[in-house]
């Protein structure tokens, strides 16, 4: 189901355009709307980043043109009150993937390869989690996390986080075990591996590209999920960097909302670098996140 | 699907139960495997829908042992004129804009890439429209109320460039809802964009030469044959941009508190103040039971989707 899906919604097969002979605007035009749109998309990003090398005195100017000299030094300042919010968003990011990947690695392995009695019965409860949006459990969710006293801390984080992405990575993960060839196995088994070497050495190898893409896709939610975070952690000190930004205002003195506008910018930055580093598995995930619900 | 030939063995003269036991006994390290999956389930998931149920009957402050309160809370939900009177209202003109926004602009961007010959200026566009998806939300909806504002704001000093009246934008009741549906304008959604153009590229080229050859213009042929053949994409991409919104309260949460005058709330916000504001837990667990409900149909509408989807793909 979800599978047959994805392939569809995820693989841009470029197939051969048809070229010249056929009677089509020419790119000419096309480039000039598209470049339209993508402008005025980009008309508030741009305006963020003007914004961010400005200083007061700039902005009560012009707000909305670009003035010059550009004030760099905002970035100097935002990135130091900046800094410990990325430390915590990094650990927040590490732990919650780690812990999820980690879980949904195993469960998609023993479901996709080994006939265990109740093999279906733990699927179907896996997949009944896709019917259960996030809003219903939000609040109970809360205070189970307070009744575990995990509120206020870094496993309050990482474990209901990890929970919420296993569905999804199970049904992905268990769908390409089960297409590896058994025979893969069956020469491991002859040459004595046990079955955790075999998951190590033959399917997770394999799964690199695929358990890439769930890493990409899971750090891109960690990091600008604001609502959880603002729920659980009463210390603003352990704010990961995307709620930092709404403390800047205070940290910066009140003089400075140029340095406010480059915290803003600051934030966005690791999920650009994300982005810059792996494009290919980030649209892939982003593509065959359409299937989540 | 059968997936491995290590079929369990069936010794004989075993009664089934003793057969049970031996696969279980054989294959224990499956349920180990899966032990920290179901832990975290369970503790965070299982549990939580199964108390969201059973608290919305009660009278729950979250904390203390709660009493039973029968159908008191669906009541106050439903005679609510904030919760329902207008949240729900919002909600559903949300719901519509989102409609809109996530098949009209994000469908032309792509039924104009699709039309772009040169794979490098495609490939140009396609990154450009993906991008924004990068910018954290919450950084997106302070950025927009700063465009919003009132006396310096980027939108008035155009109205007032223009020789127009300035807005009051999202301080006042009469406009803040449209501001919320007006953020994010062109609304050209990469994630959309990048799925109705996958589906334009899946189209069979045979097809296309067929309509060319016939004489369809490129209009003719974008309402004739590309929009039919992508109507499963649209209609994953709505269900799920609705399912979407009808949870989010990002605006809400971080500027409106759903006001002015109760002109923003929507019903998830309504569930996450009367929780987390007013200790009213009984009441938020109704609410997330009412979204639920709205939820699980849209779930099954878009299933039977993806099922005309495959249907599609296999002729």
Redesign the interface.
């Known amino acids: 189901m979800s599978t047959a899906d994805m392939t569809q919604a995820t693989s841009p097969k470029r197939v051969s355009r048809p070229r010249r002979r056929f009677r089509i605007p020419s790119d000419w035009i096309l480039s000039i709307i598209l470049g339209l749109l993508g402008f005025l998309t980009f008309v508030p990003l741009l305006m963020l980043l003007q914004l961010s090398l400005k200083s007061e005195q700039q902005m009560a100017d012009s707000m909305w043109l670009p003035t010059f000299p550009f004030r760099w030094v905002n970035y100097v300042k935002a990135s130091r009150v900046m800094g410990p919010y990325m430390i915590n968003s990094a650990v927040f990011v590490l732990g919650t993937v780690t812990i999820s990947i980690i879980c949904s690695i195993f469960s998609a392995f023993a479901l996709a390869r080994y006939p265990f009695p109740g093999r279906e019965f733990f699927f179907i409860a896996i997949l009944g989690l896709m019917m259960i949006p996030g809003i219903l459990t939000l609040i109970p969710r809360f205070v189970v996390v307070v009744n575990l006293n995990l509120n206020n801390t870094y496993p309050g984080i990482w474990l209901p986080m990890a929970a919420g992405s296993q569905a999804f990575q199970i049904i992905v993960l268990r769908t390409f075990f089960a297409s590896i060839a058994e025979e893969m196995f069956e020469a491991g088994r002859l040459d004595g591996a046990s079955e955790g070497r075999m998951l190590r050495t033959i399917a997770l190898p394999l799964a690199t590209p695929i358990l890439t893409t769930l890493i990409v896709l899971q750090i891109n939610g960690v990091y600008s999920e604001f609502i959880w975070p603002i729920m659980v952690l009463s210390d603003p000190t352990r704010y990961p960097a995307i709620l930092g930004v709404l403390r800047l205002g205070q940290l910066i003195t009140q003089r400075d909302p140029g340095a406010q506008y480059a915290g803003y910018v600051i934030a966005g930055l690791p999920l650009l670098l994300l982005f810059a580093l792996s494009s290919r598995a980030f649209i892939r995930g982003l593509t065959s996140g359409a299937i989540k619900m | ?8 063995v069936a010794a004989e003269g075993r009664s089934r139960w003793a057969e ?1 036991v031996h ?2 006994r054989r ?1 224990w ?3 180990a ?2 032990s ?3 832990i ?2 369970i ?7 199964f ?2 149920f059973y ?1 919305s009957f009660t009278n729950w402050d ?2 203390r042992q709660p009493d039973w309160v029968g159908w008191r809370n669906y009541r106050y939900i439903f005679t609510s004129t904030e919760i329902f009177g207008k949240g729900f209202r919002n909600m559903f003109i949300l719901a519509a804009w989102q409609v809109f926004r996530s098949s009209v ?1 994000p469908l032309l ?1 792509a039924a ?2 699709y ?5 490098k ?1 495609a490939y140009f ?1 396609r ?14 909806i ?3 109320r ?2 919003y504002e009132p006396n ?1 704001g ?1 939108f008035n ?1 155009i109205l007032v460039g223009l020789g127009m009246q300035r807005l009051a934008w999202l301080n006042s009741p009469d406009t803040a809802l449209f501001s919320l549906i007006f953020m994010g ?2 609304w ?1 959604d ?2 959309g964009l ?2 109705y ?2 589906g334009f ?2 189209i069979p ?1 045979e097809i ?2 067929a309509a ?1 050859m016939d004489g369809a213009g ?1 209009v003719r042929r974008f309402f004739s044959m590309e929009l039919p053949l992508v109507v499963p ?1 649209i209609r ?2 709505v269900i ?1 941009n609705v ?1 979407g919104s ?2 989010d ?2 605006w809400q ?2 500027v409106t508190r759903g006001g002015p005058a109760a002109a923003t709330t929507v019903p ?1 916000w309504s ?2 103040k009367a ?2 504001n007013e200790g009213r ?1 009984g009441v ?2 109704a609410i ?2 009412v ?2 409900i709205l ?2 149909t849209l ?1 099954l509408i ?2 039977a989707a ?2 005309t ?2 249907e599609y ?1 296999a002729h």
């Open positions: 699907m059968e997936i491995t030939r290590e079929e369990p049970l696969n279980i294959y390290f499956c349920y495997m899966m920290g999956t179901f975290l389930l503790t965070f998931a299982y549990y939580p829908a108390s969201a608290h979250g904390f602009f961007g104009l890439l039309r772009v010959k040169s794979e200026t566009f990154l450009l429209f993906v991008l924004p998806i990068v910018v954290p939300g919450l950084v997106g302070l950025v927009w700063q465009l310096v980027l000093e304008f062109p050209i990469g994630v990048l799925i153009l996958a590229l899946a080229l296309i030469e060319i490129t994409q994953l991409i799920l399912i009808f949870q309260f990002g949460l971080l998830a569930m996450y929780a987390m837990y938020a667990s997330g039971v979204l639920f939820i699980f779930t878009n299933h993806i099922r989807d495959i793909e």
